[in-house]
């Protein structure tokens, strides 16, 4: 096999999971971010590849050389930028396995596993996050869910679907009209506050997309969006698709369903829901809330490389009608065709996508959910809400803060003030590397949004953030700094932070020793002819 046999291999195997493991343990004592600059990695390595193969030794040593000063280390607990992409032990076991196995599934009989595994993850996970039934696979319509490589896929292809559908059903009622014409007046519509990957599915999907203003709160009201509509439809355009947010990217917003479906359903506009992070707190009765007029959706999508425990790329989506989709992308040629093609619980998904190939997702699902459990999950969504909140209640101690919005497991907040104060601040926070977190505007104000990430956050890593925002509040607003008044303020921060049976992801030494010696005996047993 190529230059690497397989003992080298199982070597070479172990020493990276030794690697992985020990980095993840110990990830707490290293900066966030890293401390180089543009270019550093053109001057280490050379400019093209070497005639000679390398041994595998060699390369673990530049790997750590090289690679490992320029990363950001996103599961960090110390890391509270962007969404968190969290990973555990158990999806990155399930990710080693389907890598070994270099599955491409992109139709039933290229390996029937790993369509019917993912037809039966896509149902467990709309079970555990309460979907409406419409859209599971075991229910009596035509729905089912599909896992996608992102959030920004799965919008992508609810545009194209919904532009397709659009097309052939304006074709019949406007015969006068020319494909051109039609696909010249359609639109789209998706709030202001949406992820960037919406406006960019317009772009690619050729079609006009539409921001529409939020309410004051970073919500897409009801109103707005069908006076939008209403104006578009007086000045001959097509609506084709609205797609509303749950969980936007600034403040984890939700648009109003309630008030957008009804409109939807009644003049055929596609309802796609973007629930990248916060779709995942549907687990939680409590939240179901968020979700209100999903029923009424067309398709929906959350990344379980977001708050699932799932490492990227892994995003879950589902549509109300399958048929739809695979009206729209189907093409059939004779050296994808097998006999088996059609049937309901074996569905070829190359033709619910972009791509024709695709990798072997559900093992790392089917793996990570079946060693966690539904109430594991639960408990630790609860648990990083509770963080949040813990540190929501530091902001709230300091009268120099104060705290714009909080939903889920992200705080904004600000220094009161101009907003020049908040921008040094984060500035200064950014350039020590102990803490990353990034800016928001709210209501016309700059914000500093705190999010939950990283593989294990817990209460100590929440104490740890918030003195760092403060003591470096202090140095900018010329406070002395006191050692008796901070040390009491760290002993008052200790007694908040102590919260018993804190809920964990894994048990440090004796979960990562587990994995790796299941993993050193497997290879072990091999090698023996076991």
Same mark, same amino acid.
């Given at each position: 096999?190529?230059?690497?046999?397989?003992?080298?291999?199982?070597?070479?195997? +172990?020493?990276?999971?030794?690697?992985?493991?020990?980095?993840?343990?110990?990830?707490?004592?290293?900066?966030?971010?890293?401390?180089?600059?543009?270019?550093?990695?053109?001057?280490?390595?050379? @400019?093209?590849?070497?005639?000679?193969?390398?041994?595998?030794?060699?390369?673990?040593?530049?790997?750590? %050389?090289?690679?490992?000063?320029?990363?950001?280390?996103?599961?960090?607990?110390?890391?509270?930028?962007?969404? /968190?992409?969290?990973?555990?032990?158990?999806?990155? =076991?399930?990710? #080693?396995?389907?890598?070994?196995?270099?599955?491409?599934?992109?139709?039933?009989?290229? !390996? /029937?596993?790993? #369509?019917?595994?993912?037809?039966?993850?896509?149902?467990?996970?709309?079970?555990?996050?309460?979907? /409406?039934?419409?859209?599971?696979?075991?229910?009596? @319509?035509?729905?089912?869910?599909?896992?996608?490589?992102?959030? !920004?896929?799965?919008?992508?292809?609810?545009?194209?679907?919904?532009?397709?559908?659009?097309?052939?059903?304006?074709?019949?009622?406007?015969?006068? $009209?020319?494909?051109?014409?039609? %696909?010249? +007046?359609?639109?789209?519509?998706?709030?202001?506050?949406?992820?960037?990957?919406?406006?960019?599915?317009?772009?690619?999907?050729?079609?006009?997309?539409?921001?529409?203003?939020?309410?004051?709160?970073?919500? $897409? %009201?009801?109103?707005?969006?069908? &006076?939008? =509509?209403?104006?578009?439809?007086?000045?001959?355009?097509?609506?084709?698709?609205?797609?509303?947010?749950?969980?936007? #990217?600034?403040?984890?917003?939700?648009?109003?369903? *309630?008030?957008?479906?009804?409109?939807?359903?009644?003049?055929?506009?596609?309802?796609?829901?973007?629930? *990248?992070?916060?779709?995942?707190?549907?687990?939680?009765?409590?939240?179901?809330?968020?979700?209100?007029?999903?029923?009424?959706?067309? !398709?929906?999508?959350?990344?379980?490389?977001?708050?699932?425990?799932?490492?990227?790329?892994?995003?879950?989506?589902?549509?109300?009608?399958?048929?739809?989709?695979?009206?729209?992308?189907?093409?059939?040629?004779?050296?994808?065709?097998?006999?088996?093609?059609?049937?309901?619980?074996?569905?070829?998904? +190359?033709?619910?996508?972009?791509?024709?190939?695709? &990798?072997?997702?559900?093992?790392?699902?089917?793996? #990570?959910?079946?060693?966690? @459990?539904?109430?594991?999950?639960?408990?630790?969504?609860?648990?990083?809400?509770?963080?949040?909140?813990?540190?929501?209640?530091?902001?709230?101690?300091?009268? %120099?803060?104060?705290?714009?919005?909080?939903?889920?497991?992200?705080?904004?907040?600000?220094?009161? @003030?101009?907003?020049?104060?908040?921008?040094?601040?984060?500035?200064?926070?950014?350039?020590?590397?102990?803490?990353?977190?990034?800016?928001?505007?709210?209501?016309?104000?700059?914000?500093? &949004?705190?999010?939950?990430?990283?593989?294990? /956050?817990?209460?100590?890593?929440?104490?740890?953030?918030?003195?760092?925002?403060?003591?470096? *509040?202090?140095?900018?607003?010329? =406070?002395?700094?006191?050692?008796?008044?901070?040390?009491?303020?760290?002993?008052?921060?200790?007694?908040?932070?102590?919260?018993?049976?804190?809920?964990?992801?894994?048990?440090?030494?004796?979960?990562?020793?587990?994995?790796?010696?299941?993993?050193?005996?497997?290879?072990?047993?091999?090698?023996?002819?076991?």
């Amino acid at each position: 096999m190529a230059n690497m046999d397989i003992n080298e291999f199982r070597e070479f195997g +172990r020493a990276a999971i030794d690697f992985v493991a020990d980095y993840l343990e110990n990830i707490r004592d290293r900066d966030v971010l890293p401390s180089v600059e543009p270019g550093y990695l053109h001057e280490m390595l050379p @400019g093209e590849l070497q005639n000679e193969p390398e041994d595998w030794k060699t390369i673990m040593e530049d790997f750590k %050389r090289c690679i490992l000063p320029g990363l950001t280390h996103w599961q960090s607990p110390h890391f509270h930028a962007f969404y /968190p992409s969290q990973t555990s032990y158990s999806s990155i =076991v399930g990710e #080693t396995l389907a890598a070994g196995l270099g599955v491409v599934g992109f139709s039933w009989i290229c !390996s /029937p596993v790993c #369509t019917e595994l993912e037809v039966i993850m896509m149902n467990w996970l709309g079970q555990l996050l309460n979907l /409406p039934k419409s859209f599971l696979n075991c229910d009596e @319509g035509n729905g089912g869910g599909i896992i996608q490589g992102s959030a !920004s896929e799965s919008i992508l292809v609810a545009v194209l679907a919904a532009r397709e559908q659009a097309v052939r059903r304006l074709k019949v009622d406007h015969p006068e $009209l020319t494909d051109a014409e039609i %696909r010249g +007046r359609l639109v789209a519509y998706t709030s202001d506050q949406s992820n960037s990957a919406v406006e960019k599915s317009g772009i690619l999907g050729a079609i006009k997309m539409r921001l529409l203003p939020a309410d004051e709160t970073g919500i $897409l %009201r009801g109103s707005t969006f069908i &006076r939008a =509509v209403e104006e578009d439809v007086a000045n001959g355009l097509f609506p084709v698709i609205c797609v509303a947010t749950v969980g936007t #990217t600034g403040t984890c917003a939700y648009d109003n369903l *309630a008030e957008i479906g009804p409109y939807c359903n009644e003049n055929r506009i596609w309802l796609h829901i973007d629930a *990248a992070y916060a779709g995942a707190a549907l687990c939680l009765p409590e939240y179901a809330h968020i979700m209100n007029g999903a029923e009424m959706a067309d !398709s929906l999508n959350f990344n379980l490389h977001k708050w699932m425990f799932v490492n990227f790329d892994c995003c879950a989506m589902w549509f109300k009608d399958a048929g739809s989709v695979t009206k729209s992308f189907s093409v059939d040629r004779i050296y994808l065709q097998h006999q088996y093609q059609g049937h309901s619980k074996a569905p070829d998904y +190359r033709h619910w996508q972009i791509q024709l190939g695709r &990798r072997f997702r559900s093992l790392k699902v089917w793996i #990570t959910l079946r060693t966690m @459990g539904a109430e594991k999950i639960r408990q630790l969504i609860r648990f990083h809400i509770q963080l949040a909140n813990r540190f929501e209640e530091y902001v709230r101690t300091d009268d %120099r803060f104060e705290v714009l919005c909080s939903t889920l497991a992200l705080v904004c907040f600000r220094l009161k @003030g101009d907003d020049a104060r908040s921008k040094q601040l984060l500035d200064n926070i950014t350039q020590r590397k102990k803490v990353f977190m990034i800016p928001a505007t709210y209501q016309g104000k700059f914000i500093i &949004r705190f999010m939950i990430c990283g593989i294990d /956050p817990q209460m100590h890593d929440i104490e740890y953030a918030w003195n760092e925002i403060r003591s470096q *509040a202090d140095l900018l607003l010329g =406070v002395d700094q006191d050692p008796k008044q901070l040390e009491t303020e760290n002993s008052n921060s200790s007694e908040m932070a102590e919260v018993d049976d804190e809920p964990k992801l894994f048990e440090k030494s004796s979960e990562i020793g587990k994995i790796t010696e299941s993993l050193n005996n497997f290879a072990i047993s091999h090698e023996k002819g076991q």
